[in-house]
């Protein structure tokens, strides 16, 4: 075999080799869906954040509209303080309110925005007011079992009143969930 | 008395023997600019270790993606989860799959292939025969060898996770009916460029170094007889495979015990 063919093989091959190596980066991962543009950050202290992760999506109406950067304990107030990168492109006014939701029942931790009403707009840097923590599992069943106690209670008046399992502070309220 | 004898003797031969492994390979290491330069030693060597052993990846990733997909068609559909198919056959192959089954079929391609080659030009004194000419064989032989090995098997392992999941694709989607945009979307969500691929690549490439150097230094050390060939061959391929097995546990938790 001579050499240039040789040759023309050995760049065939490095270059179906670079190949499926751009497939694995842009088709199967999520190389293609990183946007190069620019970002603002935003902070937001939420009194408990479940299993959020970094890079995790930030949403608005269900649409990515950027990533969480960073997260860390403020070590003034013990929340947990999350730094997210949104794209320039999506502007929000400044009393949007930031909720740590869950995608399907056992699908991965995102944070939701929902916008206020505000004319002004967040700001490189901006921290958000309202936020609302992640929902536990282990609150919410500790609440259900607190009010059928009180319920049964109430129902019929039992000979010493039903003890109230103390329940840590449950960061999201039977309100907040509906 | 014998014991104690027997085990000194054992553990000095165990250390010389690495010592003289790391020397061959600083002294390897030493002769890869020297090669460089001549780059047409080079491109014939990737041809030889790369090309040739396309075949067999490409055709091993594409049958452990139809497998991997229809094995993993019959757990998750019971979860009602079958869109995470694809995420499931990405993750395994490139950060796991890919670089390993790459790694071995590679030492039992190209690796047995060097050991025979260089171990026959020993026993036909070419080697002898070059440094008497001045000629220094790891610069001339080896290093283009070495070169070759670790660019060909990243390369190698990409295609064996690419056409892996093309497999999956095949499976899934088309055969089973797997939701086409679910399969492709949670996987683009899911799966990191840095750390899934990046870290598999990495992986691949210390693969391809260990499998390279290990398949030289057999060669290079055999005994000049066919039996020493043979000999040579086998361990090229035991001891390449088990260093590749023990290598990838330590890269993974290194790489991914964080979640």
Known sequence: MN????EALVGLFVLLGLGALAFLALQAANLGSMTGGATYTVQARFDNIGGLKVRAAVRAAGVTVGRVQSITLDPQTFQGLVTMDIESDFQFPKDTAAKILTSGLL??????FSPGGDDANLANGDTLAQTQSAVVLENLIGQFLTGRADDAGAAAPAPSPAPAPATSPAPATPEGLK | M????????WTLDQLRGWGHAALFFAEMLRAVPASLRRFSLVVAQIYAIGNRSLVIIMASGLAVGFVLALQMYYALSIYGAAESLGLIVNLSLVRELGPVVSALLFAGRAGTSLTAEIGLMKAGEQISAMELMAVDPKARVLAPRLIGGIVALPLLAALFSAVGIMG?????VKLIGVDA????????????????VGNGMIKAFVFGVICTVVALYQGYETQATPEGVAYATTRTVVISSLWILGMDFILTALMFSTP
């Open chain 2, 181 to 196: 945009g679910n399969f492709w979307s949670i996987m683009q969500t899911q799966v990191d460029v840095w750390r899934d």
């Open chain 2, 2 to 9: 014998n014991l104690l004898v027997g085990l000194g003797a």
């Open chain 1, 3 to 6: 050499k240039r063919k040789t």
């Open chain 1, 107 to 112: 699908g991965d931790q995102y944070v939701g």
């Open chain 2, 168 to 172: 999956a694709w095949v499976v899934a």
